[in-house]
């Protein structure tokens, strides 16, 4: 029986483009894929699934637990999954979803998943702060890579993408400051929350720089809800000295901001500024458009997969990304 | 080696509650898992992967094709994915998600995954007006199932689950009644959507049974956005008569009437009262809350589950279950 290489040197083109005829066909122009079909006939090449349990080198079923909902924060999951599952296909894997309790008690699920050889590895996402599952899975040499870093662990326990927090707060004071903006605010997140105090960083160190005040300028939110949010930005307008800018730490946090704003006659985008992070798809439904930080959702996807298998061998497994800023009228009227 | 049989004699449980204990130890009582648990080391049983290709009368993996983004009729595609997922793990199978492109063109995945038995069987969601893929599946003879009919097809092209859209609008015209509402208008998608049109025909029958009028109460709205929510709340509130109850056929719909209706200074749920459909995370942090019609997500999965697999046999395979109304401030205040 002919090999994959054989098939890929009968149509001229690399291995990886075999690997994606068979496993990602759509990925192909089709002048490529009918030539590799061709070629996989000519040579009467056939992969089945039965050849998966004989390979031990390599990632064939990736494991993602799909989070409990409901969990606002999950507002850009499907933009999340359908890059994961597209990252993995690219490299002939694809993606078993499964359900676990959270934290410790779902790894009893991880391990059964694992030891049936269901799945060679794990992506993990949502991860909280001391989250116990990467020691957990490290212990058992089970492979994963983490989208997030771990909160409030000196060392981080395995291989990790995450979007860079203070990076994208900074962003976000530069944009507003650049429209003219000179008081700029923060709505954060409890102070328990890894993820808040990065981007809180972010946003501080930011002002510090441009030489703008911070004191009185950041609120926590107790919950991540429009009402928060409104809270927040009445609590702020209400002060001696009213920001003229708000960075919020999520979508929903500034659409709170938006509504305040509009209760009391101010138009976002001309007489305060608003961004949001996520690039939920609330950002673009909303009236006027939320500017906001987009993730990177396609490169997250394509280096956790790449790590997972292996193919970054050499490289720290560990990626910082930038998220990027997409403006819109809460920030930039016209 | 034992068999899947004997260990469920020996724990004396049913063979389900073994496949449990493999496939979704989680949902057991920690006592019947330890039994189960007792028994297959005792019995030395050893599930494995390789057992599976050897298996043909049964639904092993199931795949379902995790759709392109952005698309906001997403919101609660997390709350449809976990359920799926769980429903699956009750009877030892899981999830496989994959990409493909919309229509006709993604079929060659589609029979690429089955062909190489990767997947035995798939679920369709997000069906379209004349959706090809049923039709296609049907004549390669793939078994699936899909969440939602296929729109303006005079018979069914296979088994399929979903939800009473005529019902709920009939459920939200009822309680708005009920409040004290009279003149009930109603938010709709533009008229080639089926799905539209089954949650108008709801509306319409409801209002015409209760002596309610319709005329000049429907609005078609060009596309799924909060703007376009406020566009339409905003044609019915300068008309002559304006409604005292909006039902929407979207809970994004929704929002744009609660926005209008604020600032216009009228209060949601005490001047105009107003539902939405899906129950998305957005009805609940938005405030007021928005009463909204709520898909019973777990047993659609379940039913969708139980088609596939073939544990329905002898039932019809059609289940049009019932949405429930959720209800929040945006209706009934305080």
């Known amino acids: 029986m002919a090999t994959l290489k054989q098939v890929a040197a009968h149509a001229e083109v690399s291995v990886q483009t075999v690997s994606n005829a068979l496993n990602a066909p759509h990925r192909l122009r089709p002048d490529t894929l009918e030539r590799v079909n061709r070629s996989i006939e000519l040579l009467n090449y056939r992969p089945n699934r039965n050849a998966r349990s004989l390979r031990t080198s390599a990632v064939e079923l990736i494991g993602y637990c799909v989070p409990d909902w409901p969990n606002q924060t999950h507002l850009v999951m499907d933009q999340f999954l359908h890059a994961l599952c597209a990252a993995a296909e690219t490299s ?39 989250d116990p599952r990467h020691g957990w899975l490290k212990e058992k040499q089970i492979p994963f890579v983490s989208f997030g870093r771990v909160w409030k662990e000196t060392t981080q326990p395995g291989p990790w993408v995450d979007v860079d927090g203070a990076a994208g707060s900074a962003l976000a004071v530069q944009h507003l400051y650049d429209v003219g903006r000179r008081r700029i605010a923060f709505l954060s997140w409890p102070k328990s929350s890894g993820l808040a105090e990065d981007r809180l960083a972010g946003w501080r ?3 510090n720089d441009l030489g703008l005040p911070t004191s009185g300028l950041s609120v926590h939110c107790g919950e991540d809800t429009i009402e928060e949010g409104v809270r927040a930005t009445a609590a702020l307008l209400d002060s001696a000295q009213p920001p003229d800018g708000i960075v919020a730490l999520s979508d929903i946090l500034a659409l709170g901001a938006l509504r305040e704003l509009g209760r009391r006659g101010l138009t976002p985008g001309v007489d305060v500024g608003v961004t949001g992070f996520d690039d939920s798809p609330l950002a673009e439904v909303v009236s006027p458009g939320l500017t906001s930080l987009r993730q990177p959702m396609d490169r997250i996807a394509s280096e956790l997969i790449n790590i997972l298998t292996g193919t970054s061998t050499g490289v720290p497994a560990e990626r910082l990304l930038q998220p990027e800023l997409v403006i819109r009228g809460s920030s930039a009227p016209g």
Chains 1, 2 share one sequence.
């Not at 790894?107 to 949502?126: E, I, K």
Request: aromatic share 8%.
């Open 92 to 130: 002939g894997r694809h993606i078993l979803l499964f359900t676990a309790p959270p934290a410790v008690e779902g790894m009893p699920v991880y391990d059964d998943l694992h030891a049936r050889r269901l799945v060679d590895g794990f992506v993990l996402s949502q991860t909280e702060t001391h």
């Open 205 to 207: 160190s930011k002002c």
